[in-house]
């Protein structure tokens, strides 16, 4: 199994550009989730998904979009990207259940100029 | 919402140290995870409890559920320990997110 695999590791884009970050995962966890992580802010929630097709948003959702078309695959797309963006970013999966082991990925650093 | 704090935000050890993080919440839980982050490296879960104590090596973590308050300690604190811990809980319903704190900065000097 190689878990939860993020890419890329690192990105400079400039403002107003757009990208994905991708995110899969070989473990069948239903549960997959987008965090952002920020200096003394802690990890927040930008979107997450209970399963194909289903998505929702989370703490700080704004100007990124997400889709779940198979169990596997969990991409966070920036539509027009902004210096606000600047941070590293974390895929995360979990199987049904509260009290089952999260899994994340390497990590993004992206720094918008 | 529930709300984690952990405490102290920075430790400095020398090496060999016993050392306390702790960490508290404020809606009660199934579970909560400690979670271990190296400088630039990604996070890798160290445990998860909903009970009692476990251990792992020099690394120990409990649970009070009724005090909601976790603590994780390492024993003979080694260098290679430095990282940032952070202590996470569900994020409630059945959403598969979580609730992290904001993280505890050790620094063990040799």
């Known amino acids: 199994n190689a878990g939860v695999t993020q890419t890329p590791k690192f990105q400079v884009l400039k403002t107003g550009q757009s990208m994905t970050l991708q995110c899969a995962q070989d473990?069948?966890?239903?549960?997959m989730s987008w965090y952002r992580q920020d200096p003394g802010m802690g990890l927040r929630l930008i979107h997450y998904s209970v399963g194909a097709g289903i998505t929702d948003q989370g703490e700080v959702p704004n100007g990124y979009n997400v889709s779940r078309s198979t169990t596997e695959d969990f991409p966070l797309r920036l539509l027009s990207a902004a210096p606000s963006q600047t941070s590293v970013y974390f895929c995360?999966?979990?199987?049904?259940?509260?009290?089952?082991?999260?899994?994340f990925g390497q990590g993004t650093r992206l720094t918008v100029v | 919402k529930n709300e984690v704090e952990q405490s102290p935000q920075n430790l400095t050890a020398q090496e060999g140290e016993f050392i306390t993080i702790n960490c508290s919440y404020s809606?009660?839980?199934?579970?909560l995870h400690w979670l271990q982050q190296h400088p630039g490296g990604g996070i890798v879960s160290l445990f998860m409890?909903?009970?009692g104590k476990k251990k792992h090596g020099r690394l120990i973590a409990t649970i009070n559920i009724q005090e909601k308050h976790s603590s994780l300690h390492i024993t003979a604190s080694h260098p290679r320990d430095s990282a940032v811990y952070i202590c996470?809980?569900?994020?409630?319903?059945?959403?598969?997110?979580?609730?992290f704190g904001k993280g505890t900065k050790l620094s063990v000097k040799p």
């Open positions: 996470a809980v569900p994020g409630g319903g059945s959403q598969g997110n979580l609730i």
């Open positions: 409890l909903s009970s």
């Open positions: 473990m069948n966890h239903e549960y």
């Open positions: 809606v009660g839980i199934s579970a």
């Open positions: 995360a999966s979990t199987s049904r259940g509260s009290g089952t082991e999260a899994f």
